[in-house]
């Protein structure tokens, strides 16, 4: 049996084997960001399907950080006990669940949120649409509400917190130096950029304790003009890794970014998968915590090669996963062949309409 499938720990978290499913954003919250059956539903088929950590979907900390309609959220104590049930259905199955947290800043629409986006810089160009920009304490009271909502998230049985800095979001605006173009101490240089990460890192770590599992998923580049380069980004993870992390995910692309889409689309040949490897390896190189990888991964035996070869500790998938929970399990049984995810992004459409997502490529197949 190959490393893959072999347990291990992420600090204090035992893991079944070396899976996660990548945080993916499922439109199956409430209006009100709180947990639905159907949300329990979709976790516990997930967490029967083999995968050793399930990562939530994004998770928002705060009203005004809602990125996405029907999304989950920890913005208030109130919201505890439902995410209680769903840590509790993921823990009978024999999974374990990390909490996304996350907040949109610039991206975050001001149709669900009621007020104009904050963003790390307003500068002009950025938006026709008002924008309110941090000033200092508003990102300290910024990186204290990170903290109450990983307190949230011990309270409600999760077994640990990723911090999103990924993607062109809030915490990923701030490391590009796109978005950010501040002057203070959270601007210019990539030590200024990763302040406020490190502050979030040190202020959940003083919240939780040393034992509760920390990770972050960042982009290991923005691939767009003058973003945050794959220099700049290993700075920043050794920064990271430094003040008490515990696993880097890594992923890259900016949601305005040009190269984004089309590098996640149409995967159907091994060359075409892990696509963020040669970052990857460059990490691997200079960060001693580990590193999960994603993007594009649909073979067992790619997944198992970069595992074996010690270019990534960790496997992470979303897509396939949502036509396949049981993708882990089936190929632990022997049945080794390929993902059936055509990576054609159509399970987002469903989620926008309200019905949650769910593989419309898979409908198309069975209609045909
Ligand atoms: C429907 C959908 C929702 C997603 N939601 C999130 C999210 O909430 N947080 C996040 O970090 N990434 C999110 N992603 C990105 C995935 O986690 C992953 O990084 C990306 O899809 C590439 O991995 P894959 O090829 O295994 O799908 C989402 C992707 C999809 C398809
Ligand atoms: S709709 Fe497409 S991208 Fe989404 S899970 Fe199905 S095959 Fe994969």
């Not at 629409?109 to 810089?121: C, F, I």
């Not at 599992?213 to 960042?218: C, D, G, R, S, V």
């Not at 890794?241 to 949601?255: Q, T, V």
């Amino acid at each position: 049996m190959s490393r893959l499938f072999e347990s291990s720990d992420i600090n204090d978290m035992k893991l079944a084997n070396h899976f996660v499913r990548s945080a993916t954003w499922e439109g199956m919250a409430s209006p009100e960001g709180e947990v639905t059956q159907k949300l329990i539903n979709t976790m516990t088929a997930l967490a029967r399907g083999g995968v050793g950590l399930i990562i939530s979907g994004h998770t928002y900390i705060r009203q005004e950080g809602q990125a996405s309609p029907w999304q989950l959220g920890v913005y208030k104590d109130a919201l505890v006990p439902g995410l209680c049930k769903m840590t509790e259905a993921v823990h009978e199955a024999g999974c374990k669940i990390v909490m996304q947290l996350a907040h949109a800043g610039h991206f975050a629409p001001e149709n669900l949120t009621g007020q104009p986006p904050v963003v790390a810089s307003n500068y002009e160009g950025l938006s026709l649409k008002p924008r309110k920009e941090l000033t200092a304490q508003d990102i300290q009271d910024m990186v204290a509400a990170f903290a109450d909502a990983a307190i949230r998230a011990r309270s409600a049985g999760f077994d640990g917190v990723q911090i999103h800095a990924a993607h062109g979001y809030l915490l990923s605006q701030f490391l590009s130096p796109i978005f950010n173009r501040r002057g203070d101490g959270y601007g210019g240089s990539i030590q200024n950029r990763a302040r406020i990460h490190v502050e979030v890192v040190h202020a959940i770590r003083k919240a939780v304790g040393k034992d509760f599992p920390l990770l972050i998923k960042m982009n290991c580049q923005d691939f767009a003009e003058n973003g945050l380069s794959l220099e700049d980004s290993l700075i920043a993870g050794e920064l990271l890794a430094d003040a008490g992390l515990d696993a880097i995910e890594l992923s890259g692309g900016l949601l305005t970014g040009k190269k984004l889409s089309p590098s996640r689309i149409g995967i159907n040949s091994a060359e075409k998968e892990a696509y963020f490897r040669e970052e990857l390896s460059a990490f691997k190189k200079k960060i001693r915590i580990p590193l999960i990888l994603v993007g594009g991964i649909r073979s067992v035996e790619v997944a198992e090669q970069l595992v074996a070869d010690g270019s990534t500790d960790y496997i992470a998938m979303s897509r396939p996963l949502i036509r396949e929970p049981d993708l882990v399990s089936r190929w632990k049984s022997g049945d080794r062949r390929r993902a059936e995810c055509k990576s054609d992004n159509l399970c987002f459409g469903p989620g926008l309409e309200g019905g949650g997502i769910y593989c419309v490529s898979l409908e198309h197949e069975k209609t045909k």
